[in-house]
């Protein structure tokens, strides 16, 4: 693929200390946020800065009968009001389907709705004011009437007949459904030896990024301009988004992202109320700002895992896994949500259950519906925590009805560590994994002999302890196969420019992005490798749509892989064109010449030749004492995207140490292990806390975090009171460990790190709970497992 | 909604008047009438933690306290921890450590590690996690802040024997 290969740009362990891959340095970002000196969104203020607040609908689904705005436009600070009729004169409505989802069908959406709201907390009159108070107020001075309508809440009726339709010119409520079959999935289960069937539910939740969604637009009208200072993870795709919908070039529409307070997938869509406040912009000539409060966040940033799913596994009586038979059904809200659709995570269920093992029978369906909830979309690990709920769930019942080890059942099926390239019975493609080699680690890791006797002593003493497990793999650094295929203008190619300034500082732009993974150290880190130049000489500039090359942004895992990569390769052409200029000034062939801590030197001896301030004063004030004909270019673009493999998977596997209180149905989390294997390690001190904090968000889930909703359709968990996370006094201390197998597909070899810990953590949860449970016959499967469930399954309650 | 009253107080060591909103709660009176941003609204509702700021010497919730209620108050912000060099320590562990990433949760956190650091240096492991509770971190594992706290606490210990 390429005539350099790792080894031969110093790419492997061995050339420590002085590579700066795979080092834990510091993130150059840190000491800012630590001192209260980063720029979030709302930080900016701009002059004549107004700001939006919207009326939300309090019901499901109720027809807007009427708004009357007299009152609120007499509120002292008001500068007008805006209805969905009002925004639809400047701003097209868009449908969520890609074309590769055969079937798929959605409405088209507002940014306010014109006849009927679908969702209750769906934005649908916005007063603009000079203060977010006086917003407010204007807010609670509208008077609109709603007719409410009947609502469909319940996912298991959507398509049943009496069912509320949502959208009538859609016929029915069925966004999408899709089948994968693969060998004969009815003869395997009629001659296993043991068939075990469960159903999982996985609960409805929601990012809770910490800072909320926020936004200001400001429209020039005297260059024709719309600026948006955005809290996103894709600026280039926004840009796009807004240019379309509000009829302009993407030329004349820049989006800046400053710091970025979380993200997780919920900034990477397309949300009415912000697509709101860009088009009052562009009517009122003037910027605009919306900060979510954390109620607005609740109802309206996207929800996600709202999944029932009815599994069965066949095994042999060796403990061979012979199938998996799933159907999977999910509830995504009244849209799909632009442009990514909500379909993609029950589509991921279907590519990913079964996922780590070798088996020949596989069926699963997913069957995506409408309802009038929140709308869910891509979430941290899409699909994944789902997907390996199901499988390590099924695994584990089929190891206890085979009286088997679980340790036992994952040696004898997972896929061996030699058997790649292959493609698993779902039809993911798989380039090189190392299954049986994380699980080796993590057992030289969990001390599994004493926490067994550990736990047989609780056991005599009344103390149910349990240990889970689960393997798992994750999709990383996606092709167009993902969404460009589909017709998405969604970038999966990334590019970086990279220049040496006159005093040899290096400044490299890149089209991903950061919102706290450390994507501008590893950015820096490699650079700095690349070009040859101490890393606190790199800058790195991300989030501007008018100075990086065109790029996704950060999601799925891609930023170090595909972003990296990039700025790789640039730094690599720009070290060359040094070398060029370089040796045209040391009258010496380039190809004798490196580049060492920011000095060119000679290749053979180390003896030093020329600092590159040096070399930089010469080039950009003196560029008359160069030979006429010299390139003297120091800058440098590349653009990186994978051709060989639609994504690059990852593996990894994770085991749980619980204790539950069976008198209570509290759990405690004692310990917690992860292996993981994402390719070449860039910063192994960055990327051992985000596959902990992934931990914590899936174990979260598992546990605590649960969007509720009555049967009308109302939310009832929507304060940080009543919609629980991990604090830090429940979670555990965390061990992670690393297996490295680099992708061919580049030349760093890096695949993502950033949804591992959320894809398996929940799984090993469930696991952990049933082994100390089973003494007792009990047994959860529905999440969270809340202390009720739990008794409930007791018998308790 | 309009009444104002005015306040006189010492934020981060400097003499501030304003007439500020009756309704007007603290965090929005340092970031928005002051412009210290380095405190940041996150729940809004006092369970988050971002918001975290000292008054009189004790950490509270911004977003729990009216403006109005500190006339004749002393504040601590972030900015101020910072430029005093108090837990300049504790900050450079922070970064050391890598526990920070989105670092909208920091400023808050890093104030309430502060407060473990003045009122309980012999903190343990877990009284640490506890004390730390009170604010939210959705990016990092808490493993990487609870080990900055930890070591900062025992590097001081071990100075000061």
């Given at each position: 693929m390429n005539e350099m290969s790792p080894a031969s740009i110093g790419l492997s362990r061995a050339d420590l200390p002085n590579s700066y891959i795979g080092r834990s340095v510091p993130r150059p970002n840190v000491p800012k946020l630590v001192q209260g000196r980063a720029a979030y969104t709302d930080d900016v203020t701009l002059p004549r800065l107004a700001h939006a607040a919207f009326l939300r609908s309090p019901h499901a689904h109720a027809r807007i009968v009427s708004v009357n705005a007299e009152a609120a436009r007499r509120v002292p600070g008001v500068i007008r009001v805006f209805t969905g009729q009002d925004l639809a004169e400047v701003c097209d409505p868009w449908v969520a389907t890609l074309d590769h989802l055969k079937g798929i069908k959605s409405a088209p959406q507002h940014p306010l709705p014109l006849e009927r709201a679908t969702w209750q907390g769906e934005a649908v009159v916005a007063v603009v004011a000079d203060s977010r108070a006086a917003a407010e107020d204007g807010v609670a001075a509208l008077d609109v009437t709603f007719e409410p309508l009947p609502a469909q809440t319940d996912m298991e009726t959507a398509r049943a007949p009496g069912a509320v339709v949502i959208h009538t010119q859609l016929g029915d409520n069925l966004v999408f459904t899709r089948t994968a079959t693969s060998g004969d999935v009815d003869a395997a289960f009629a001659a296993a030896h043991k068939v075990v069937e469960a159903t999982f539910v996985t609960a409805r939740h929601t990012g809770v990024t910490l800072e909320p969604r926020s936004i200001i637009a400001d429209f020039n009208r005297a260059d024709g301009t719309l600026t948006v200072h955005h809290s996103t993870q894709a600026p280039h795709m926004m840009q796009g988004v807004f240019a379309r919908q509000l009829r302009m070039r993407e030329g004349d529409v820049r989006v800046i992202c400053k710091d970025v307070g979380g993200s997780f997938g919920i900034k990477v869509h397309v949300y009415p109320d912000e697509v709101a406040v860009a088009t009052m912009a562009r009517i009122l000539g003037r910027p605009v700002k919306f900060v979510a409060d954390r109620f607005e966040s609740f109802v309206s940033d996207i929800h996600a895992r709202d999944h029932r799913i009815k599994g069965r596994i066949a095994v042999d009586a060796e403990g061979k896994i012979l199938g998996f038979d799933i159907d999977d059904l999910t509830g995504i809200g009244p849209y799909s949500v632009y442009?990514?659709?909500?379909?993609v995570e029950g589509n991921q269920v279907v590519n990913l259950c079964g996922g780590p093992y070798d088996f020949s029978n596989y069926r699963c369906t997913t069957t995506v519906v409408l309802q009038n909830k929140t709308p869910t979309c891509q979430y941290r690990a899409v699909g994944h925590p789902i997907a390996t709920a199901v499988t390590e769930g099924l695994v584990d019942l089929a190891a206890e009805a085979l009286g088997m080890d679980p340790i036992d059942i994952r040696r004898r099926n997972l896929m061996r560590d030699d058997a790649y390239p292959c493609t698993s019975p779902a039809g993911m493609r798989f380039e090189g994994l190392s299954h049986h080699a994380s699980l080796d680690k993590l057992l030289a890791m969990v001390p599994v002999a004493r926490i067994r006797a550990d736990q047989a002593e609780g056991r005599a003493r009344g103390i149910y302890r349990g240990l889970g497990f689960a393997s798992f793999i994750e999709l990383t650094n996606p092709s167009p196969f993902m969404y460009g295929i589909g017709?998405?203008?969604?970038?999966a190619q990334d590019g970086c420019t990279v220049r040496m300034d006159p005093d040899g500082s290096v400044v490299a732009l890149s089209g991903v992005t950061e919102q706290g993974q450390g994507t501008e150290a590893i950015l820096a880190q490699i650079v700095a490798h690349g070009v040859g130049v101490p890393v606190e000489r790199v800058k790195i500039v991300t989030g501007d749509t008018q100075t990086t090359p065109y790029g996704g942004g950060t999601w799925a895992c891609r930023g170090a892989g595909i972003g990296g990569e990039a700025a790789l390769q640039g730094a690599i052409a720009l070290k060359a064109q040094i070398l060029e200029v370089a040796g045209a000034m040391l009258q010496a062939r380039p190809g004798t010449l490196d580049i060492v801590m920011g000095e060119v030197v000679d290749r053979a001896s180390g003896t030093p030749r020329m600092p590159l301030g040096e070399l930089g004063r010469i080039v950009y004030f003196r560029g008359d004492t160069l030979p006429r004909e010299l390139q003297r270019e120091l800058v440098q673009t590349r653009h990186f995207i994978t051709k060989e493999f639609p994504f690059a998977f990852t593996n990894g596997i994770q085991a749980s140490w619980v204790e539950v209180d069976t008198a209570t149905g509290m759990v405690k989390l004692l310990e917690h292990w992860c292996v993981e294997d994402c390719g070449r390690v860039i910063n192994p001190l960055l990327v051992d806390e985000q596959v902990r904090g992934g931990i914590v968000q899936g174990l979260g889930g598992a546990l605590y975090e649960h969007c509720v909703y009555d049967a009308q359709g109302n939310l009832l968990t929507t304060t940080m009171a009543d919609y629980l996370v991990p604090m830090s006094a429940e979670m555990p201390d965390m061990h992670v460990g690393h297996v490295e197998t680099p992708t061919r597909e580049s030349l760093l070899g890096a695949k993502g790190a950033g949804e591992a810990g959320t894809a398996g953590a929940p799984a090993a949860l469930m696991n952990a709970i049933n082994d100390a449970l089973r003494p007792l016959g009990a047994r959860v499967t529905e999440m969270p497992f809340t202390p009720a469930r739990i008794l409930r399954a007791l018998g308790a309650i | 909604m309009s009444a104002r009253v005015e306040i006189t107080l010492t934020v981060n060591g400097e003499r501030v008047t304003r007439h500020v909103e009756a309704r007007r709660h603290l965090i929005d009176f340092l970031r928005l009438d002051l412009g210290l941003t380095g405190s940041h609204a996150g729940c809004e509702h006092g369970v988050c933690g971002a918001c975290t700021v000292r008054v009189d010497g004790e950490i509270v919730r911004g977003c729990l306290v009216v403006a109005a209620s500190l006339d004749g108050a002393e504040v601590t912000t972030i900015e101020g921890l910072t430029d005093s060099g108090e837990a300049a320590d504790l900050q450079e562990a922070f970064v050391a450590r890598n526990a920070a990433q989105c670092g909208f949760c920091t400023p808050g956190m890093v104030m309430t590690a502060a407060d473990i650091l003045r009122h309980h240096p012999g903190a343990t492991r877990a009284e640490i996690r506890e004390h730390l509770s009170g604010n939210y971190c959705r990016c990092t594992g808490y493993q990487a802040i609870v080990d900055a706290v930890e070591q900062t606490l025992a590097a001081r210990k071990e100075g000061a024997a």
């Open positions: 442009p990514r659709t909500s379909a017709g998405a203008r969604i970038s | -």
